[in-house]
């Protein structure tokens, strides 16, 4: 009866909020809020519903499901992980050091790593200004950025290398296969190489040529002192 009383003296109906549609912590804010209405249904100051460009005039969407997944992608795998993970792999074990890593996977890193898409997705802002919805955790905006920005310098060297490299690929020969370079030095030989393969011998990292004779059936470390001046260890050092 108040509704009809209303339109027929030319005034609006009273506005009633459908909280049903909002999500949890906003229904717990002690606030007026406007009636909850669909993407489409009403124009807001930052959005686009033409049907031409970016819905989000701001940030902007993904243009297809295509560009979400690489991106995502993109921000779970890097040349860090290819490069890495083998090497802690054979570091730790090999096939035992999956177990806690997949065990962790589940139940911690996939978790988080799900509720900061969703945060992402909805709130369409960023990692400090997310925590908006809980003022109390806004510390872990702020600690996201910092270790983003020290994976910045680590993974920025490792994408270093690999230009590097990259760039080296196409010469006739790499810097650190010959000895005629200035950073070679006077101990700097090729032919302690030559020698350990003249012996049958398996060449060490750390200088030592591992030779196995027959009439002994034992086998015997030879030091070949030269072996520790070889042109990658001087360039790399």
């Given at each position: 009866?108040e ?14 909020v ?6 949890p ?22 959005e ?27 921000f ?10 083998p ?14 890593y997949?065990?962790?996977l ?6 988080m ?16 200004s997310v ?8 510390g872990i ?9 020290f994976?910045a310098?680590?993974f920025?060297?490792?994408?270093a290398w ?10 006739f ?9 200035s ?19 398996t060449?060490?990292v ?5 030779v ?12 070949l ?13």
């Open positions: 009866m509704e009809h009383e209303n339109l027929r003296n030319g005034q609006k109906p009273p506005h009633h459908d909280m049903s549609l909002y999500p912590f906003i229904k717990q804010l002690d606030a007026k809020l406007p009636d909850y209405q669909r993407e489409g249904d009403i124009e807001y100051p930052f686009e519903i033409s049907g031409v460009g970016d819905e989000n005039r701001i940030r902007g969407n993904w243009g297809n499901k295509s560009d979400y997944l690489l991106a995502v992608i993109g779970t795998a890097g040349v860090g992980s290819f490069w890495k993970f090497f802690l792999v054979f570091q730790h074990g090999g096939a035992a050091f999956l177990v806690p997949l065990t962790m589940c139940l911690a890193a996939l978790p790593f799900f509720t900061e898409m969703v945060l992402g997705q909805f709130s369409s802002t960023a990692a400090i925590w908006k919805v809980v003022p109390l955790l806004k905006g702020f600690a996201q950025v910092t270790v983003s920005g994976f310098v680590f920025n060297i490792i994408s690999t230009l590097f490299y990259l760039i080296n690929s196409f010469s020969s790499i810097p650190w296969s010959n000895c005629a370079n950073w070679s030095g006077e101990n700097c030989t090729l032919g302690t190489r030559i020698q350990c393969r003249e012996l049958n011998g060449l060490l750390n200088g030592s040529c591992i196995e004779y027959d009439y002994s059936n034992e086998t015997t470390v030879i030091p002192h030269d072996l520790n001046s070889i042109p990658s260890l001087k360039y790399f050092q």
